[in-house]
């Protein structure tokens, strides 16, 4: 079973930045569609980022588009998310998740709609002061 692996959450002051690496110990992550995902407590997960194997097309969901970017580090093997101006409201934790294609929209994205094959257990962010 494939397992990803999210690091680099914590605690931020809002206006703050962090930035997310996900990686595939033992895999290629070049070979895979990636994205990123969120749960809020007591909300369900939802899309935040997407990014094609080839690294050329990516799609952002509306609700953090200018703020956040997503991008491969091919020498390191990770998918990061790069998170800036955080809010409240960013609070969650963050999966990243693989599959060979990303879904037709990130931003409405479901878990029934298009599943993603391979997951991470998540890293939680907290946007606090």
């Known amino acids: 079973q494939l397992q990803l692996v999210e690091s680099g959450g914590g605690l931020v002051q809002p206006g703050g930045s962090l930035t997310l690496s996900c990686a595939f110990p033992?895999?290629?992550?070049?070979?895979?569609?990636v994205g990123w995902f969120r749960q809020a407590p007591g909300k369900e997960r939802e899309g935040v980022s997407c990014?094609?194997?080839?690294?050329?097309?990516?799609d952002i969901a509306d609700s953090v588009k200018g703020r956040f970017t997503i991008s491969r580090d091919h020498a390191k093997n990770t998918v990061d998310l790069q998170m800036n101006s955080l809010k409240p409201e960013d609070t969650g934790v963050y999966y990243c998740?693989?599959?060979?294609?990303?879904?037709?929209?990130?931003?409405?994205?479901?878990?029934?709609?298009?599943?993603?094959?391979?997951w991470g257990k998540g890293t939680l962010v907290t946007v606090s002061s």
């Open positions: 998740a693989a599959a060979w294609g990303c879904p037709l929209s990130i931003s409405s994205w479901t878990q029934s709609s298009s599943p993603m094959d391979y």
């Open positions: 990014i094609l194997s080839s690294g050329g097309s990516t």
């Open positions: 033992g895999g290629t992550l070049d070979l895979y569609a």
